[in-house]
């Protein structure tokens, strides 16, 4: 039986199966989407989007790693957030996590460097 269960939202939007039901997840999924949101609902992305000092994007990707520690069922000291160029001009980041039920992966592009 799963400890956590949750709506899974893709796109800002309630996911739907074939039969019109929103579709559910668990455990690992529902700590993974909800580190995700509180991501994106921190406001570093932006911030992270718009520096151009290393220094200053290394200090937003400890912000963000304080983000994903603040959620009390990441194991404390497991996450990591990485940065890397997709191409000459656009940059994304994955951050990692250790829970309970195993490692959670969020990625996100932050667009433009």
Request: proline share 3%; no cysteine.
């Amino acid at each position: 039986m799963a400890t956590y269960t949750d709506i899974k939202i893709t796109n800002d939007d309630i996911e739907l199966d074939t039969a019109g039901q929103p579709v559910l997840i668990y455990d690992r999924d529902v700590i993974a989407q909800d580190v995700g949101h509180a991501i994106r609902e921190s406001g570093y992305l932006p911030q992270l989007i718009g520096q151009r000092n290393t220094q200053q994007r290394a200090l937003i990707r400890k912000q963000i790693k304080r983000v994903i520690e603040a959620d009390t069922r990441v194991k404390p000291g497991t996450s990591t957030v990485t940065e890397y160029f997709t191409s000459a001009s656009a940059v994304a980041i994955t951050a990692t996590a250790e829970t309970e039920f195993g490692l959670i992966t969020i990625g996100a592009d932050t667009g433009t460097a």
